[in-house]
């Protein structure tokens, strides 16, 4: 079955560093467009970015934008987003998800949250 396993969450402090992993298994994740999604305490859960399935085009959240950068390895059937200058705002957990078909775009899936499969989460904590 689908498997999306998120890792690399943990405290940082403002202005620091961290890269995110999501390993994907059960599919041909290659075909398919990936997206990291976060959810803050009290909100609701929003896209941050998302990779089409070469790698080619990606989205972006008007909030991470400069910042942030995704990035994949389909040999590896991993998803990385490196994450720099975060700030306590960046807060929450932050999720894996696969579109539900490989047709999807990047934009239906960050923009309109158009998922098919989510990853358990991993938290990110950005704190002095």
């Known amino acids: 079955h689908l498997q999306l396993v998120e890792s690399g969450g943990g405290l940082v402090q403002p202005g620091g560093s961290l890269r995110l992993s999501c390993a994907a298994s059960g599919f041909t994740a290659d075909y398919y467009a990936i997206g990291w999604f976060r959810q803050a305490p009290g909100k609701e859960r929003e896209g941050v970015s998302c990779?089409?399935?070469?790698?080619?085009?990606?989205n972006y959240a008007d909030s991470v934008k400069g910042r942030f950068t995704i990035s994949r390895d389909n040999a590896k059937n991993t998803v990385y987003l490196q994450m720099n200058s975060l700030k306590p705002e960046d807060t929450g957990v932050y999720y894996c998800a696969a579109p539900p078909s490989s047709f999807t775009t990047v934009q239906a899936m960050c923009v309109g949250t158009l998922v098919g499969s989510w990853g358990q989460g991993t938290q990110v904590t950005v704190s002095s």
């Open positions: 990779i089409s399935a070469s790698g080619g085009s990606t």
